[in-house]
């Protein structure tokens, strides 16, 4: 399967290079890395490590089976026009926050599938990307169902060795998906410290919070996702990355626009009530990124 990576980043470069021990991949991202990559290969580290060599360019390939989209969530609309002059037979999203894969399917004449990652990646140089934690893809249709083309997709990632689900529920799966990266990303990204802090004290509740306010307005929109389940998610990826420092805290730490717009801001935007936690949250992180523009307009 020719699978082209859009947002050879972090995450899609370390989802590239695993896939490139199977498959024809084209990692589409920035120099210097693409560059690295095209001239000497990618060398993965960590919880596993390979060297593959994989395409690589700035602009997506003529054409491809899949288009794998893991770019940030607010370039999802310039992901979409870049790919409309690619021949694809399936896009698949594996990016955090909601409403990325109905912008990608304004857009594009092919079936575009839902999914959530929870491999843990950081690009530490142009050309390696450390491997810090095991997780899965779970992946479908969009609008839930069984899925032949999602059946044909998950069998290509288990071919290449990624741990891979096929479901039937992913709405709520991306809602699932969602409460957990409201509780983890912007919590761990203002209080500076790694996903492991939010299994104990003041970071546990917090995270808790989050969570539930996530569900409940998961419930509003027609999704049952309880506070239990919400919660537990949450803690359960807390305590099994712990280690790891999530990608809203690597933003921060490299002074990069976040993603709080697709994640706590979108649980803002959607509910019907109050969502106070979401809302500080979002407010603080709009504020971090605002920098001292605020002091110039005063």
Same mark, same amino acid.
């Given at each position: 399967?020719?699978?082209?990576?859009?947002?050879?980043?972090?995450?899609?470069?370390?989802?590239?290079?695993?896939?490139?021990?199977?498959?024809?991949?084209?990692?589409?991202?920035?120099?210097?890395?693409?560059?690295?990559?095209?001239?000497?290969?990618?060398?993965?580290?960590?919880?596993?490590?390979?060297?593959?060599?994989?395409?690589?360019?700035? *602009?997506?390939?003529?054409?491809?089976?899949?288009?794998?989209?893991?770019?940030?969530?607010?370039?999802?609309?310039?992901?979409?026009?870049?790919?409309? *002059?690619?021949? %694809?037979?399936?896009? !698949?999203?594996? =990016?955090?926050?909601?409403?990325?894969?109905?912008?990608?399917?304004?857009? %594009?004449?092919?079936?575009?599938?839902?999914?959530?990652?929870?491999?843990?990646?950081?690009?530490?140089?142009?050309?390696?990307?450390?491997?810090? &934690?095991?997780?899965?893809?779970?992946?479908?249709?969009?609008?839930?169902?069984?899925? +032949?083309?999602? *059946?044909?997709?998950?069998?290509?990632?288990?071919?290449? &060795?990624?741990?891979?689900?096929?479901? +039937?529920?992913?709405?709520?799966?991306?809602?699932?998906? !969602?409460?957990?990266?409201?509780?983890?990303?912007?919590?761990?990204?203002?209080?500076?410290?790694?996903?492991?802090? !939010?299994?104990?004290?003041?970071?546990?509740?917090?995270?808790? *919070?989050?969570?539930?306010? +996530?569900?409940?307005?998961?419930?509003? =929109? &027609?999704?049952?996702?309880?506070?239990?389940?919400?919660?537990? %998610?949450?803690?359960?990826?807390?305590?099994? +990355?712990?280690?790891?420092?999530?990608?809203?805290? =690597?933003?921060?730490?490299?002074?990069?626009?976040?993603?709080?717009?697709?994640?706590?801001?979108?649980?803002?935007?959607?509910?019907?009530?109050?969502?106070?936690?979401?809302?500080?949250?979002?407010?603080? !992180?709009?504020?971090?990124?605002?920098?001292?523009?605020?002091?110039?307009?005063?």
């Amino acid at each position: 399967m020719h699978i082209a990576v859009v947002g050879a980043g972090s995450l899609g470069t370390l989802l590239g290079g695993l896939l490139a021990r199977e498959h024809d991949v084209t990692l589409v991202g920035r120099e210097p890395h693409v560059g690295t990559v095209e001239r000497e290969g990618l060398d993965v580290v960590g919880a596993e490590s390979v060297h593959v060599d994989p395409a690589a360019d700035t *602009d997506p390939p003529d054409s491809a089976d899949l288009a794998l989209v893991a770019v940030k969530s607010y370039d999802t609309a310039d992901a979409a026009a870049a790919l409309t *002059d690619c021949s %694809l037979d399936a896009c !698949l999203s594996v =990016q955090n926050g909601m409403g990325n894969e109905s912008t990608l399917a304004a857009e %594009l004449d092919c079936p575009v599938l839902a999914g959530t990652c929870t491999y843990g990646a950081r690009l530490a140089d142009p050309g390696r990307v450390e491997f810090t &934690g095991r997780g899965e893809v779970v992946l479908g249709a969009r609008e839930g169902g069984p899925s +032949t083309l999602a *059946d044909d997709v998950g069998a290509a990632f288990d071919a290449a &060795g990624v741990e891979t689900t096929v479901a +039937t529920d992913m709405p709520t799966r991306l809602w699932e998906k !969602l409460a957990v990266n409201a509780a983890i990303n912007a919590t761990t990204a203002l209080a500076r410290v790694e996903n492991g802090a !939010l299994t104990a004290g003041p970071g546990r509740e917090l995270a808790a *919070d989050a969570a539930r306010e +996530t569900a409940r307005v998961a419930r509003e =929109q &027609g999704v049952n996702l309880s506070n239990e389940r919400a919660i537990s %998610l949450a803690r359960r990826v807390s305590r099994d +990355t712990a280690a790891n420092r999530s990608s809203m805290l =690597q933003d921060v730490e490299a002074g990069r626009r976040t993603e709080i717009d697709a994640i706590n801001g979108y649980v803002v935007e959607h509910g019907e009530g109050t969502v106070p936690v979401n809302e500080t949250l979002t407010r603080l !992180l709009r504020l971090w990124e605002a920098g001292d523009e605020g002091d110039e307009q005063s």
